[in-house]
């Protein structure tokens, strides 16, 4: 049994900030990665960031250069910094959690930028 456990999220205006938290517990000794995907109403998920045990970050172009993505490999915790929001990412946030080949999804956060 894996859990993912999400915390974080809100509402903010436009040029805000917010952070995610995700913590991944249970059966994860064979954890290789972790990141966040989000999905917008009448859209697919999408990759935000992502990144595996000791490489480097993945992000989605939309998102370079506003959110930041950190790892803590001895915690099993991931953090997603998210600086300058816009509307565009309104949607609900999902912690992904990559055990080999397997995904395991936290129940999602939801995230709204709105003046």
């Known amino acids: 049994q894996v859990q993912v456990a999400e915390s974080g999220g809100g509402s903010v205006q436009p040029g805000g900030s917010l952070t995610l938290s995700c913590a991944a517990s249970?059966?994860?000794?064979?954890?290789?990665?972790m990141g966040w995907y989000r999905q917008a109403p009448g859209k697919e998920r999408e990759m935000v960031a992502r990144q595996t045990n000791f490489g480097s970050p993945v992000y989605a172009d939309s998102v370079k250069g506003r959110f930041t993505i950190s790892r803590d490999n001895t915690k099993n915790t991931v953090t997603l910094q998210m600086n300058n929001l816009n509307p565009e990412d309104t949607a609900v946030y999902y912690c992904?959690?990559?055990?080999?080949?397997?995904?395991?999804w936290g129940q999602g956060t939801q995230v709204t930028v709105s003046s």
């Open positions: 249970g059966d994860i000794l064979r954890l290789n990665e």
């Open positions: 992904n959690v990559r055990i080999i080949v397997v995904d395991y």
